[in-house]
């Protein structure tokens, strides 16, 4: 999905864009995708634990599937990704679960014309409808998880998301944008990719790392602390007096983490 890039009154400042994560950053969905994989197995003679559940937060929907096919799931691979997603947007259609200070953040964002991408590893069908539900055309455009090869934790859904929008603003660099993520693998992602990025912990706790900042919630935060942290590592970039330049930080070096096959969603 693209719409008209906004013109940025923030454009001289360190912050040019945000990249959201969708499921447990933007809404609370996780409930609704337990709640299918549950209702799925059991629907197959099988039983599912809500620590079973859990061990599936943030991993790729084609090892899920298998997972749940060890479960007694007796579908394709395709056809479990389609019914629980199918399960959820339905859910999304009765109501849309948001996570605190979502919405007033994306408000903020939009009113103060920096630029923001939907950086999900849910199909498209779900992250039409999240972002149909929303007040206003806060993102410009969407990566979504069928639209990439390697899923999360690789970086190429925060990259593909980097190089789209250098294609209006050639000067955006890696460290002109800021990631918000919850989960393990899409934090991992986003570190690797070379964003600043912002952990906000849901459903599974996430360690202390000195590579991303971490936040107990959305609600309260603003611009300003956004473009703080953009300051901040475009501080820690300066060269030093007779050292080297800066990195322009378009690229990122390999990720540090290998990748699950497949979509995922987050």
Known sequence: MHLPAADSAFSGTFLR????????????????????????????????????ALQLVGQSLVFSAGILQEAGVALSVREIIDTLTDTVVARVRENVPWRPGARELLDQLHSAGIRCALVTMSEEPLAREVVAALPAPYFEFLVTGNQVTQGKPHPEAYHSAVATLQRTDPALTLHHCVAIEDSVPGVAAAVASGVVTVAVPHIIALPEDSRHAMWDTLAGRTVADLEALAAQRHSSALPEAGGPAAESGREAGPSRTESSPGVQRG
């Open 17 to 52: 864009a945000v990249l959201w994560d969708m499921d447990g950053t933007i809404v609370d969905t996780e409930p609704y995708w337990i709640a299918a994989e549950r209702a799925l197995v059991e629907a197959h003679g099988g039983t599912w634990s809500h620590s079973q």
